[in-house]
């Protein structure tokens, strides 16, 4: 494929033989307690895929604090180093979220718990409903204006420099809202940043988020299986979260089948799929790491950039 040049391509088959260990990674049980709805990842996905994965990112870690480590002592300063941000990208659906909390416990596991990892989702950065519908563009919650630009490169900058004990602010997917409430950082040495919106750029802007991280990761798949994704992620939430009186989709749930497969259909048609389309599917070459999934919700393919 031309748009990979600049990329090695591993199949399934040779990226997992990079990595090759008996031991027991992740339980199945800790796996089903971070596995995302309807994503269908396995003990074999941890061994072949993440695995491999994590220890590359364990190998641009230590590259990372040697070099700023030289740096230092040719500057005859002494300054610790900022954390090291991993961004991952991808569509709604795609399975970031379980990908991001795989990332997270493998890191601990991988560091034995002596690196602080800490895991970051830009859905907080969003803006609070109240101001999407003072805008008049709540139908474009999840695109590039529907975030507080500002406030996430802030965050990042502050933590570039590291500065101590930051707020991070918090997204409830059961209200649909940000949260008043915030929680702190514990001064992290490796910082996961998930987010649709990791990878954009806003030519307005100064910088770019990408010019803060230290290796990025997409998640990809062909659109007709994340659209299919996320009509069956509806479906089960219309059967589980949506139950819930306090849920922000609950009036929902009474659709008939019918009706709520009209409705879903029509978000993915007028808001995530031009949003994947015109805002995040072209950030992927931006990206360090790409990992394709084919139809079964498995990762096939891994293309790493040169």
Known sequence: MNEYKQYYHFPRENWRELEISKDQILTQEELEQIRGLN???SLSDIAEIYLPLVKLLAIQYHEAIFIHGE????LKKKEDRPPFIIALAGSVAVGKSTTARV???MLDRWFSKTR????????GFLYPNAELEKRGIMNKKGFPESY???????FLIDLKNNKKNMEVPLYSHLTYDVLR???????P???IVEGINVLQADLDQIFFPSDFFDFSIYLDAAEEDIKRWYLERFFMLRETAFQDESSYFHKYSDYSDQKADIYAREVWDTINGPNLKENIEHTKYRADLLLYKG???LISDVYLRR
Do not use: C, Q
């Not at 409430?181 to 001064?187: C, F, Q």
């Open 295 to 297: 139809s079964n919700h």
């Open 181 to 187: 409430d915030t929680r702190k950082l514990a001064n």
């Open 148 to 154: 507080d630009k500002k406030k996430f490169m802030d």
């Open 116 to 123: 602080e990892v800490e895991l970051v989702t830009t859905d």
């Open 71 to 74: 740096k230092m002592d040719y």
């Open 189 to 191: 040495d490796i910082v």
């Open 103 to 105: 990332l997270k416990l």
């Open 39 to 41: 994503d269908r990842i």
